[in-house]
Nanobody, 124 residues
Framework: QVQLVESGGGLVQAGGSLRLSCAAS????????MGWFRQSPGKEREFVAA????????DYADSVKGRFTISRDNAKNTVYLQMNNLKPEDTAVYYC?????????????????WGQGTQVTVSS
């Protein structure tokens, strides 16, 4: 069992940066692929980024490519999402999630463990 706790959300002006963290409990963290998703009011949860167990492969939604970077530190059981050049449309609750393999990583159904989410608000 893996429990995930996100942190680092907040209010930032457009063009600013935030770094989200997701701390995982359990010794199996390094075996999981990890992803970030987001959901804003009235919209479905959408894929943001994912990273494989080693950190060697990553994937990004087109809307964040070049602005967001996902990384992980298996020694600290933590995955990060560095968000730069934030836009008002990035406003959402951001969730981290764990998947047993790096396949179909853009689909939320692939993930077996979810955090509670952290709010990111970008003002114009």
């Amino acid at each position: 069992q893996v429990q995930l706790v996100e942190s680092g959300g907040g209010l930032v002006q457009a063009g600013g940066s935030l770094r989200l963290s997701c701390a995982a409990s359990g010794r199996a963290f390094s075996t999981y692929a990890m992803g970030w998703f987001r959901q804003s009011p009235g919209k479905e949860r959408e894929f943001v980024a994912a990273i494989d167990w080693s950190g060697g492969r990553a994937d990004y939604a087109d809307s964040v490519k070049g602005r967001f970077t996902i990384s992980r530190d298996n020694a600290k059981n933590t995955v990060y999402l560095q968000m730069n050049n934030l836009k008002p449309e990035d406003t959402a609750v951001y969730y981290c999630a764990a998947a047993r393999g790096y396949y179909n990583i853009r689909y939320s159904n692939t993930y077996v463990h979810w955090g509670q989410g952290t709010q990111v608000t970008v003002s114009s």
